[in-house]
């Protein structure tokens, strides 16, 4: 059975993903080994065309350093971290 198609969400935590992780300066290996996963599946989190769990959120949440929240609420400017 498929998975459910890919959210406006999902690319927006993807591209926040993305976003920490290189400002951690990690590459997307070293947040696989972190999750277990493999380097295609940070890919796929990352574009948004694979939806994360949110314990896995959490870990890379942890790992890079940001609030979950900072993931998730689109209200967040992800330059400063700040709300609107």
């Not at 290189?22 to 696989?32: D, E, G, N």
């Amino acid at each position: 059975m498929a998975g459910l198609p890919a959210t406006a969400a999902d690319r927006r935590i993807g591209e926040r993903i993305q976003y920490a992780r290189q400002a951690a300066h990690l590459t997307q290996r070293a947040v696989a080994a972190a999750l277990g996963v493999s380097r295609p599946q940070i890919h796929h989190y990352e574009k948004g065309t694979n939806c994360i769990s949110a314990s896995s959120l959490q870990i890379v949440a942890d790992l890079l350093g940001r609030p979950i929240t900072w993931f998730l609420d689109p209200r967040i400017a992800p330059e400063t971290g700040e709300g609107a």
